[in-house]
């Protein structure tokens, strides 16, 4: 009798000391690089449908209509053709939320865009007015104000045809991702240039370790479903993830990687619904991303 007192009191006490509770969930924000693809992107967003999942698109853009600049005569189908731009009002539409990656030529974006600034500013959107936003300016300005407008119209055009839900508004690309993480040289900083035109510089907590092409990365689902769950042990109020959506490999498997992630934390103890949600709309996604521009600043290094 009295060890099966004990054994009762032993298991509740293990139930109440070793299972999280936390006021709200913690938000899980998953973010996507390199997009927009209409094959590799519209995967992804079946998949985000499918679990209720509200992301972010970190999207790249060009002034070009076609930029071609590999030996191999690789064509970028980005946001700057038709098929990428109808990829971001779907985005829209179902509720995720547009931000700039990039938006000059792609040559560039592989050389780190702070460089951009060494350069002068030119009329990226094709209206024959210089777009800057300081004098003289520079090219980085130019880029960014091109990815914008870009964004807008896409915006604009989900914005036509109401949906259930909130959408994001036009005008609302507060958010900002340096493409190949790099914001800064020695001699240049790209950050005043973002919060010239308003933006905020988003890094991340955690990456998958995939890359913007299928043969890029070494993708590591299981090691990112741990340290997530490792961060909400903690307290983490919200988690910020990164992937690519450009890459085939990723949207094959994004199923499987959010299996590893939910399996992880449910393995810790942490319930969904109850302990951890995904974003679910774009007021989830805001208070997850101005969570955590509080926790980690715009200058922290990711990981």
Partial sequence: MLLNWIRAWGLLALVLFSTPVFATPANILLTFDDGPNPVTSAIVLD?????????????????????????????????ETEAGLQTMVQE????HLLACHWGGT???????????????AYDATGDGVIDRVSLPGNA??????????????????????????P?????????????????????????P??????????????????????????PMSKRMAR??????????????????????????????TLDALELALKKKGLVQGVDWQYTRDINAITQALEGFLQRKGQGEADE
């Avoid at 604009?156 to 839900?165: F, K, N, R, S, Y």
């Fill in 47 to 79: 998949e985000l449908e499918k679990r209720g999942a509200r992301a972010v698109f970190f999207v790249l853009t060009s002034p070009e209509t076609l930029f071609r600049n590999m030996p191999w005569r690789m064509v970028f189908t980005k946001g």
């Fill in 92 to 95: 829209v539409r179902q509720g």
């Fill in 106 to 120: 792609y040559i560039a974006q592989s050389r780190y865009h702070p460089k951009r600034m060494s350069k002068p």
């Fill in 140 to 165: 980085l300005e130019s880029d960014l104000i091109q990815c914008q407008q870009r964004l807008n119209q896409a915006i604009t055009i989900a914005q036509a045809d109401p949906v259930d839900g």
């Fill in 167 to 191: 959408l994001q508004h036009p005008d609302e690309l507060e958010y900002i991702r340096p493409p190949i993480w790099k914001y800064k040289t020695r001699k240049f900083d790209a950050r």
């Fill in 193 to 218: 240039v973002y919060e010239s035109l308003g933006m905020k510089m988003i890094l991340t907590d955690y990456k998958l370790g995939d890359g913007g092409q299928s043969l890029q990365g070494i």
């Fill in 227 to 256: 340290r997530t769950a490792t961060a909400i042990m903690n307290g983490q109020s919200e988690v910020v993830l990164t992937l690519h959506d450009s890459n085939a490999r990723t949207a094959r498997n994004l199923a499987k």
